[in-house]
């Protein structure tokens, strides 16, 4: 059994929705989200959207939780992740979603024992990289795999059992590959493995300049080493 997971789509429907279809293409059986679905990118409603349609299993992020006013955040930052436009545009409906979507998972799927988080399992704004020098605190987790995104960079590790898996981010990764990424779990293998998909990063960085965001949002889409 494969199950797919994403992470980090921030608003980015574009992107989101070139990697579900990647994923129908995988024949993923479910498909799992790290969180941080909004904010940053203008397609608010049709990222949540294809989320709901698709029936992806979701958690909350820092970002989601900023939104729904649970998590605190400074009027600075809330201004620069475009919270504002965020908030004003989002509907009712989708905005109750987002209210309603747990912070942690911790459920068996596929016969496998997952434990899904945004940041880490201590913490939604914490960022495990992949040079972390404390994985072997993922060894008191009880749980096969155990899911993260917040970086926006891909990373597997294994510990002791445990197989730690960041699938990187569907909306604006970070790595200088400028290609959203996902992730690909084999369930009977308990492995996991990184892909990448093109899409039409053109349409949304006019879009990004027609609302009038910053042009860093904009640079981070296209950048590569």
């Known amino acids: 059994m494969r199950i797919g997971v994403i992470s980090d789509v ?9 990697v579900l279809a990647a ?11 790290a969180g941080d679905i909004i ?71 596929a016969g496998l024992r997952w ?13 495990i990289y992949p040079d972390d020098k404390a994985f072997d605190r993922f060894a008191s987790i009880k749980a096969d795999i155990v899911v993260m995104g917040h970086t926006h960079i891909p990373l597997i590790r294994r510990v002791g059992d445990i197989l730690v898996l960041n699938p990187g981010s569907c909306g604006q ?23 990448r998909v093109s899409y039409d990063v053109d349409a949304v960085c006019r879009r990004v300049a027609l609302e009038g965001f910053e042009q860093k949002f904009i640079d981070i889409l296209r950048r590569t080493r």
């Open 173 to 195: 990764p970070r790595d200088y590959n400028p290609m959203p990424s996902y992730a690909v779990v084999d369930a009977t293998t308990v492995s996991a493995v990184i892909k």
């Open 115 to 127: 434990h899904i988080c945004h940041g880490s399992p201590w913490g939604v704004e914490e960022y």
């Open 39 to 109: 904010s940053y990118y203008p397609f608010v409603n049709e990222a949540i959207d294809l989320l709901r349609e698709r029936d992806v299993i979701c958690i909350a992020g820092n970002h989601d939780r900023y939104l729904w006013g649970n998590l605190a955040i400074s009027n600075e930052k809330w201004r620069a992740y475009n919270l504002d436009y965020a908030t004003r545009i989002i509907r009712d409906d989708n905005r109750l979603w987002l209210a309603n979507l747990p912070f942690q998972w911790c459920k068996e799927l």
């Open 23 to 33: 994923l129908e293409k995988h024949k993923v059986e479910a498909i799992l989200c």
């Open 10 to 18: 921030h608003s980015n429907s574009v992107a989101l929705a070139a």
